[in-house]
């Protein structure tokens, strides 16, 4: 892959991790068990931190707008969260925790010049982001986004976690900013791959199988979305049906294709953001997250393999 999807996939490649430290950085555990969530497993801060921006929306919303968990295990966390923390003090707190984390990943770096430079710009991408909405889904078509702290309107209907957290005021500490930043360009992202999957025919947990079948993670990592082996399996019949699988559960030529075109077709969706910032800035980023994103691969926090296929696709 060459050319400006290229460069779009490289920039969520550096940018991801950034922003996934809140899921998995012991201070992030510790502002959510503050909060009252338990935390013996990362799922009901997960739904908190995630879900947040939207306001105090219900499992439905959630469903939709995450697109990738099982409705039932989305029922086990919300709305039943927000009775342990309001949207406002998990967003509250959920800066705070990135405050923790970057501290203790970056140390002194979160004060200096080229964290400043690399907020800006970035915050530059996610302004850009916040004015574009994603076509095919638009978010507009997920239906009972309610609103709330984050609660904007994409052109044409309400938006998704992507306008959701564009809409949330900036923080003032740079590397706050390049936090929230990352969060809502991933998130924009995030909200164009349902579009093309939806586009492509692939439902939820289809959009996983089939994901799996091209080698993006073991379908154990794909487990904890939450899809019983019953749900899973009809999926993976209803795919085979469609010429997308072969009998042992592997991606066809036309399975890959059709993934090549939802990646594709997500990498079109994202790349207004940096259309925005330009050539220049993009690289001048690329340069300045260098280091925080070696910093972040190398503290073992994120799993080596997860679902979202990262250095894979």
């Known amino acids: 892959m060459t050319g400006e999807p290229a460069r779009v996939r490289q920039m969520w490649h550096l940018l991801e991790p950034l922003h996934a430290v809140l899921y998995y950085a012991p201070a992030a555990f510790e502002e959510a068990a503050a909060l009252g969530y338990d935390t013996e497993e990362r799922w009901a801060s997960y739904f908190a931190w995630r879900a947040a921006p939207l306001g105090a929306v219900g499992a439905v919303e959630v469903v939709r707008t ?4 099982a409705p039932a295990m989305v029922d086990g966390y919300v709305p039943d969260g927000w009775a342990t923390a309001a949207p406002d ?3 509250a707190a959920r800066l705070r925790a990135v405050d923790r984390a970057y501290r203790a990943l970056f140390g002194d770096r979160v004060e200096g010049p080229e964290f400043a430079e690399a907020a800006a710009l970035a915050r530059r991408a996610a302004e850009a982001a916040g004015r574009d909405a994603p076509g095919g889904l638009g978010v507009a078509k997920v239906p ?3 609103g709330g702290p984050g609660a904007a309107k994409a052109p044409g209907g309400l938006g998704g976690l992507g306008a959701a957290n564009s809409a949330l005021p900036w923080p003032d500490a740079p590397h706050l900013t390049l936090w929230q930043a990352a969060t809502v360009l991933r998130e924009h ?3 164009g791959h349902i579009a093309a999957l939806i586009g492509a025919g692939l439902d939820p947990v289809e959009a996983l199988v089939s994901f799996a079948a091209i080698g993006a993670a073991a379908p154990a990592v794909f487990a904890s979305r939450g899809w019983s082996a019953d749900e899973w399996g009809a999926a993976r019949r209803r795919l085979q049906e469609r010429g997308l699988l072969a009998a042992d559960g592997t991606a066809t030529d036309a399975g890959r294709e059709l993934r090549a075109k939802v990646e594709l077709r997500t990498d079109e969706e994202a790349a207004a953001p940096w259309r925005a910032l330009g050539e220049a800035g993009r ?11 070696l910093a972040v691969i190398g503290s073992g926090l994120l799993p080596s393999e997860n679902t979202l296929g990262i250095g894979k696709v």
């Open 66 to 69: 995450f697109h990738s968990f």
């Open 89 to 91: 003090s998990v967003l």
């Open 144 to 146: 009972g986004v309610l």
């Open 189 to 191: 992202r995030g909200d």
């Open 283 to 293: 690289e001048r980023l690329v340069e300045l997250l260098g280091e925080p994103w």
